[in-house]
């Protein structure tokens, strides 16, 4: 039972252009979302957070929005580049949102072409 | 200011045999968390430390895995005996406080055949 999913695996996107990465949850307890981007042979680093009283949430050129009734948040990248190549995780803490005991989607690769 | 470290950072062992990891967290982080990717799917929680003591370990598939942190430091991950389905990366986090904004090392791809 996958409480956190992020049901594309890979994106392709040319730089400059915008990256939309999905991710759905089925826990209606769930009261925070973390994004987490990882590169190859690196371990997974922080990226931006977003609590359930809010729907947005931006960090110079990412913006994660949530939409609770819908059980979706989506992280928006503008405008993409190269270094952005990576794959990013969606995560939820499993008990409170102070908890490092996180849930995690699957992980979708993102490849920005120059 | 050092990073989570992990050691080793590949380890390719034969079924049956013993395999310990190794997690030095950031100096002064009290929590330490063990977690494992398996075949490219999601990062599964395997266990959480606060100081030397276990205060999760929900997450450990059975009784063949045993963590330590003894003295509150660095922590240990001893696989015995391996099995074919340990096969996986292994990752350390830890943070100052109970947060969700951990701090990951590089991880141990361990590999049993």
């Known amino acids: 039972d996958q409480q956190v999913k992020q049901n594309s695996p890979s994106l392709s996107v040319q730089e400059g252009r915008i990256s939309i990465l999905n991710c759905d949850y089925t826990?209606?307890?769930?009261?925070?979302f973390l994004w987490y981007k990882k590169y190859p042979a690196e371990g997974p680093t922080f990226l931006i957070s977003?609590?359930?009283?809010?729907d947005k949430n931006e960090d110079g050129r990412f913006t994660v929005f949530l939409n609770k009734s819908a059980k979706h948040l989506s992280l928006h990248i503008v405008p993409s580049q190269p270094g952005d190549s990576a794959v990013y995780f969606c995560?939820?803490?499993?008990?409170?949102?102070?908890?490092?005991?996180?849930?995690f989607g699957q992980g979708t690769t993102l490849q920005v072409k120059p | 200011e050092a990073g989570v470290t992990q050691f080793p950072s590949h380890s390719v062992i034969e079924k049956g045999q013993t395999v310990t990891l190794r997690c030095d967290p950031i100096?002064?982080?009290?929590?330490l968390y063990w977690y494992r990717r398996v075949m490219g799917k999601e990062i599964k929680f395997l266990l959480h430390?606060?100081?030397?003591?276990?205060?999760?370990e929900s997450g450990m598939p059975n009784n063949r895995f045993l963590a330590e942190r003894t003295g509150g430091t660095y922590s240990t991950l001893k696989v015995q005996p391996a099995e074919l389905e340990d096969s996986g990366v292994y990752f350390c986090?830890?943070?100052?406080?109970?947060?969700?904004?951990?701090?990951f090392g590089s991880g141990t791809q361990l590999s049993v055949l």
């Open positions: 430390f606060v100081k030397e003591s276990k205060q999760d």
């Open positions: 995560a939820a803490p499993g008990g409170t949102s102070n908890t490092g005991k996180l849930i």
């Open positions: 986090a830890s943070s100052q406080d109970q947060t969700a904004k951990l701090f």
């Open positions: 100096s002064g982080h009290d929590n």
């Open positions: 977003i609590s359930s009283i809010k």
């Open positions: 826990n209606s307890m769930f009261d925070y």
